[in-house]
């Protein structure tokens, strides 16, 4: 077991905080709604006119930005935003489920294999969002029978601090991180609590085998929870290399001036495809429906790339600050391997880092 140093760090994880600076909100009219989304909004309204959404898809400042956008095309319905790590999300929502307590009406993680969990155990309620027809071809058809969806996807490659590391210098694959020369400068989430950490982890894991990591560990990685710690360690500047850098969340970092870059490994950026799904027994089932067909809008897609993130809508082009998956060598488990894989590489993981 190779040692390990650790940060600690608090989880963004209340949707108390007050959404004032980002990316614009887009709102509609309601006149421009569709007669179904009246119908919806119309019912949600009668309802309670709130949700509450349980999410790991993002970082708080994107998570909010969706939330605020929703309220303001449906005036009068109010989104509760609950931004974790996935497993976080997940430990908490079968929590509520044991308990026949869910306060959560859609539920947003980032490991697939919690959402094929969850509906084997009949956790979810049967939707197919009027817009799930209109994303992409490669976001569609994950749950035929209607359960859960994609509603958004991001990428993962390798990001730096250009302060202590030259573009000439940086890491240019995924190999690269095992140079003794970043030897206590590179930065990792952790498998057991960020879902883009475990699909990062199994995509090279099927790539390279767990011997990756067993030389990684050498070189005494600091390891957080949240992918976006890799982010925050780098604007301390107490990582030079994000070993696994949430691609979003650093692009937003670089356009606040922070001194960062990103790269995309020449042997594959990782893609992360995320579902979304109702609760069982939501009591606010109609605002919920009418969320998750926001999720799968236009406009939520617009949100996500003025956040340097994926479009899982055609008619939203990728942002011009950021490359595309589509312009991408790409690499991502199946869901069968991500169901089954996600658990064994936690255990691989503690057993290497000792965290």
Partial sequence: MFPVRRRNFILGSSALLAFGTGPKVLAQPAASMTPHEKELYDAAKKEGGELTWYTAHSDDI???????SFE?????????????????????????????A?????????????????????????????????VLDIYKGYDPAGYYFVTSAGMIGIGYNTAKVKQADAPKNWTDLLDPRWNNDIALGHPGFSGYVGTWALTLRNQYGWQFFEKLAKNNPRVGRSINDTV????????????????????????KGNPLAMVYPTDGTVLIIAPSSIMKGSKHLNAARLFMEFLMSAGASQIWVDHFNESIRPEILASKDAKSAKDLKIIRPTVAEITKGIPEVIKQWRETFGV
């Fill in 232 to 255: 925050t360690m780098l604007n301390a500047g107490e990582s030079a290399i994000a070993g696994c850098g949430p691609v979003g969340t650093l692009l937003e970092s670089v356009q």
């Fill in 102 to 134: 869910v306060q959560c009406d859609v539920f947003s993680s980032t490991d697939l294999g919690h959402s094929v969990e969850l509906k084997a155990k009949g956790a979810f309620e049967k939707y197919i969002p009027e817009n799930a027809s209109k």
């Fill in 72 to 100: 303001s095309i449906y005036p009068g319905i109010k989104v509760n935003v609950l931004r974790t790590t996935a497993q976080v999300a997940y430990q908490r929502i079968t929590q509520e489920i044991k308990a026949s």
């Fill in 62 to 68: 994107t998570a909010q930005a969706l939330g605020r």
